[in-house]
Every structure is written in C-alpha cells, then in structure tokens.
C-alpha cells in the first residue's frame, strides 16, 4: 500500500502560480504512475496530468496544457504539479493518484490510491 498526502494549495489571483506536491509513503512512488485530478462543485472528477513511473513520458488535459507541468523526484517519493496562468476555471479540490499499472492512464477509477486533496482557488 502507498499513501499519499498533498499539499501546497491555496488561494490566489488569476495569472498566478502555484506548486502542488504529493508525497508519498509505505511504497516507492517509483512502483506507480502518477496523476493529478481535480474536482470542482457539481462537477465529476476529472483528469488533469499523468506521468509514467520512469518520468519520461507525461500527458495533460488539453484545458491545462502548456500551463501545468507534472513532475516526480521517485529520490524524495514526491510528484509535483507546477500550475501557472490559473484561471478562474481551475478552481477545484486537487487529488493525486497512484496506480501499479504502466503506461498512461486519465481515467480516474484505473487509480487505485488516492490523497485526500488540496483546496485550489483562483479569484478573478
């Protein structure tokens, strides 16, 4: 089992950035791909970036692309999401995944482990 905390959200004005981190424990990230999710009020969760267990491949939501950028450091079991120009729309609860399976995956119920989120709110 591997669990998984997040941190780093918060409130902040469009255009600005923030860094999430998900550090994990019990199990080597290196064992797992990795996705970031998010969900808003009213709303299905839904993907937002994933990276291999490796780190060289990654994929992102085409609502996020060019904007966020997905990372892991498997030496400090922590995956990173750097999230810049946030817009009003990006305002949701963030979840990080972790999943045994290799290759991409944005289908949220193919992630077996889940954190319990970080609250991210961009004032227009």
């Known amino acids: 089992q591997v669990q998984l905390v997040e941190s780093g959200g918060g409130l902040v004005q469009a255009g600005g950035s923030l860094r999430l981190s998900c550090a994990a424990s019990?199990?080597?990230?290196?064992?797992?791909?990795m996705g970031w999710f998010r969900q808003a009020p009213g709303k299905e969760r839904e993907f937002v970036a994933t990276?291999?267990?490796?780190?060289?491949?990654?994929y992102y939501a085409e609502s996020v692309k060019g904007r966020f950028t997905i990372s892991r450091d498997n030496a400090k079991n922590t995956v990173y999401l750097q999230m810049n120009s946030l817009k009003p729309e990006d305002t949701a609860v963030y979840y990080c995944?972790?999943?045994?399976?290799?290759?991409?995956?944005?289908?949220?119920?193919?992630?077996?482990?889940w954190g319990q989120g970080t609250q991210v709110t961009v004032s227009s």
């Open positions: 019990g199990r080597a990230v290196s064992n797992y791909r």
């Open positions: 990276i291999i267990r490796s780190g060289s491949s990654t």
């Open positions: 995944a972790a999943d045994a399976g290799r290759g991409i995956s944005i289908t949220p119920n193919q992630f077996n482990y």
